[in-house]
């Protein structure tokens, strides 16, 4: 990255800090207590904590997985972290409509086991194709 470029990033890095001030103090004012801004603000930062990442990796481990094809590979998974963000909000709001908001919380806990089980299938089979570093099918280039 050029200087320039890294000045005019923090330079709208500075903005939306100036802005998101500003619109905190008039939430504050009319809308909202700051006790449930620090509590929102720890709580997107423990999410934070323990998501970070988690998109790249899944892009590195599948174009290690499919590396002829790095570009459809990571197209997909772009798609569906993509439709994910945009249908789950939906898919939860749907449900929440029945009155029981309890389950969201067992579609989440179903998720998240289907994603454990997901994540346990693709460790097992990442190590049946990894040899030693090298892809059995006879790739000979190291990967990380």
């Given amino acids: 990255m050029t200087m320039a470029s890294s ?49 790249q990796l899944a892009i590195t481990i599948m174009t290690e997985l499919f590396w002829r094809k790095k570009g459809a590979v990571t197209g997909i998974v772009a798609t569906a972290a993509g439709l994910a963000s945009i249908v789950m909000p939906l898919v939860t709001n749907w449900m929440s409509k029945s009155g029981n908001i309890s389950i969201n919380f067992i579609f989440d806990a179903f998720l998240s086991i289907t994603g454990f089980i997901a994540a346990v299938y693709v460790y097992y089979r990442y190590g049946k194709l990894m040899v030693k570093g090298k892809v059995q099918t006879g790739d000979t280039r190291l990967h990380a």
């Fill in 7 to 55: 000045i005019k990033l923090l330079s709208y890095y500075s903005l939306g800090a100036l802005i998101f001030v500003l619109v905190l103090s008039v939430l504050l004012k009319k809308i909202v207590r700051p006790i449930t801004v620090i509590i929102v603000s720890i709580t997107a930062f423990f999410i934070g904590l323990s998501t970070a990442g988690v998109f």
